[in-house]
């Protein structure tokens, strides 16, 4: 019986970002380019919000984008300040974001980013 070796990542971050509807490709493009993976996108809807905001006459939309992305702690603020930019998180009613440490994950690696990952660990013990 052969055993499967399974990748734990123990150093990441989870992020996630929760958009207006239609706003998660742009958020989603900001956080690849920062060199992001991949990430999980699924729909939610507001409340609480759409009430307090409507007295004020500001219409908002109660759909939302949620986005949950891991990456490794060494480029979690780089990602974050990118996904705020890119969904405009500044601007009232459009979102908001939030960085949580994870204590484990497991996942698919390829070969050839352990073995890089393995390459640098070792270069960090010479110095």
Not at 14 to 21: G, P, S, Y
Not at 37 to 46: C, D, K, L, N, S
Not at 78 to 94: I, N, Q, R, W, Y
């Amino acid at each position: 019986m052969s055993m499967k070796h399974i990748n734990v990542l123990s150093d990441v971050f989870l992020i996630t970002c929760v958009v207006q509807r239609g706003r998660a490709k742009a958020v989603l493009k900001a956080a690849q380019d920062a060199g992001v993976q991949g990430a999980t996108i699924h729909y939610g809807h507001g409340h609480g919000v759409h009430e307090l905001l409507g007295v004020l006459s500001v219409a908002v939309d109660t759909e939302k984008e949620i986005i949950n992305i891991l990456v490794p702690s060494d480029i979690s603020d780089m990602v974050f300040e990118k996904m705020s930019v890119a969904g405009h998180l500044d601007t009232p009613g459009m979102g908001m974001i939030y960085l949580t440490r994870v204590e484990k994950a497991a996942m698919y690696i390829p070969q050839d980013i352990l073995d890089s990952i393995s390459e640098n660990d070792a270069n960090k013990a010479d110095v």
